[in-house]
């Protein structure tokens, strides 16, 4: 009798819980959304776990219609598009259908959510912790509390720092026709709506895995203020990486690969503006000789452009965490980690090594072009492996100007050189590579070198 009615009430949450098929990141904060009948009560197929953000994104019902005439996922695609609106600001209003939201919006630094439940066809918002806990009796299933710790019965409480997930707990009758003290079984589900009780129970703990992480740079000037919305992605949607990508899978084979978004407006790049890159380009492009002409290159470091990047790679970190630290149990295992990342992506790989260090093993770290790269680093011994692979300016015999990278001018990245490693090192492209110029020496197109020229055993070989 137990073991049947805990089936059902499984099969009734997969019932319960709807996931719509929005385009749906990794990201800070997971949203739920459901509605509630006048005895407090939970109305059946009306959950829906559709997306996270990396922005809270909370409905003011004063300044709101009162009663919304929209479809649930129409409404919940308005939450979307504002979370995801390229414009970071801290009021957003909509009209549609004769409907008027007004939307309060914040910018979090840690995991967590945010619940919208809709009673008598009006919308309200609540922010909560990381797990939701739900009462069910008689049929009947209501929101209970939200905590940052599981807490089962005859288990041992688990703290819960990413991820989110929804403890239903089903009580018996007593004598009296109540609830009994206890429940009855609960059921732990992850936001995917995956029901993860037994490895809880069981205390299974996950099999380490290898990961391959791609950052991508400066998306060029038409995306220039579409900064990065910090999201985790497991694909290269915007087709940055030249299929090169498919070359660094094959050659490391991870479990799986993940794709985030470096790209910030040129003015935290060296460069500064638009216009210096311009003239950088216009005086540099035709110049073949002089180490003199170097100088225009735009080498100046800007650090606050840097560390902006950086500060916004602790916020990725924080969603990466959130990716892979997917059941309770996740942190009694440490994944290795493995990055390839390409000019501005320098800058806000550090800040997501900085947040996720303590929770991986630091694998094999391969820069591309790093931009600004001389500013600021690591203890790159802490890494299997760390290569810097790009043009040659600074060195010795280097390429005449219009040959370097002028768009991520190169300088070895801070603490390279002090390493006393033959795994840590910085590659120049080869000497007789025929696409070298300002801007082609700087694109990931230029770098299949790396594959074809570097041989098994030299340093710098991916593998």
Same mark, same amino acid.
């Given at each position: ?109 840690? =995991?967590? $959510?945010?619940? &919208? ?9 609540? /922010?909560?912790?990381?797990? +939701?806990? %739900? ?118 084979? =991870?479990? $799986?690969?993940? &794709? ?9 790049? /060296?460069?500064?503006?638009? +216009?210096? %890159? ?186």
């Amino acid at each position: 009798m137990f073991f049947s009615l805990s089936i059902l009430s499984v099969l009734g949450q997969n019932e319960f819980t709807r996931r719509p098929q929005f385009q749906t990141k990794t990201s800070l904060v997971y949203y739920y959304f459901w509605e509630e009948l006048e005895d407090g009560s939970i109305a059946p197929s009306t959950m829906y776990t559709p997306f996270s953000l990396n922005r809270v994104v909370l409905i003011d019902t004063v300044k709101s219609s009162k009663r919304c005439t929209l479809k649930d996922t129409t409404f919940m695609q308005q939450v979307l598009e504002i979370g995801r609106n390229y414009k970071l600001k801290d009021h957003f209003t909509k009209k549609l259908q004769g409907n008027k939201f007004v939307f309060n919006c914040v910018y979090p630094s840690d =995991p967590q $959510t945010v619940i &919208y439940i809709k009673r008598k066809g009006s919308w309200r918002s609540y /922010n909560a912790k990381l797990v +939701l806990n %739900f009462f069910s009796f008689q049929d009947k299933i209501s929101f209970a509390s939200s905590g940052n710790n599981l807490l089962l019965t005859h288990q041992d409480n688990i703290p819960v720092r990413n991820n989110t997930y929804r403890v239903f707990s089903y009580f018996y009758p007593d004598n009296a026709g109540g609830p009994r003290q206890f429940p009855a079984f609960q059921h732990v589900f992850a936001f995917t709506g995956d029901e993860i009780s037994k490895q809880i129970i069981q205390k299974q703990q996950p099999k380490a895995k290898r990961y391959l992480i791609f950052v991508n740079g400066y998306r060029g000037p038409k995306y220039d203020k579409h900064e990065s919305r910090n999201e985790v992605y497991l694909n290269d949607r915007t087709n940055y990486w030249f299929k090169i990508d498919d070359r660094f899978i094959k050659r490391l084979n =991870p479990d $799986t690969s993940f &794709y985030l978004d470096g790209s910030f407006p040129v003015s935290t790049s /060296n460069h500064q503006s638009k +216009l210096g %890159f311009g003239l950088s380009y216009l005086f540099s492009v035709n110049a073949r000789s002089s180490s003199k002409k170097y100088k225009r290159l735009n080498q100046i470091s800007n650090p606050e452009g840097f560390d902006y990047r950086y500060s916004r790679g602790v916020l990725v970190g924080k969603a990466f965490l959130n990716e892979i630290h997917n059941t309770p149990n996740s942190y009694l295992t440490k994944d290795t980690i493995d990055i390839v990342c390409h000019s501005m992506g320098y800058a806000y790989t550090l800040g997501l090594i900085e947040t996720i260090k303590d929770h991986v093993v630091l694998g094999k770290f391969y820069m591309l072009a790093p931009e600004n790269a001389g500013y600021k680093g690591l203890d790159w011994n802490t890494f299997e492996e760390v290569w810097q692979f790009g043009s040659n300016l600074g060195q010795k015999d280097a390429d005449a100007l219009c040959y370097q990278d002028g768009v991520a001018p190169q300088a070895t990245v801070w603490g390279i050189d002090a390493q006393q490693s033959n795994h840590v090192g910085r590659i120049c492209s080869p000497y007789n590579w025929p696409n070298k110029h300002f801007v082609h020496s700087h694109m990931v197109y230029s770098y299949d070198w790396i594959f074809d020229r570097i041989q098994k055993g030299q340093p710098g070989y991916i593998h």
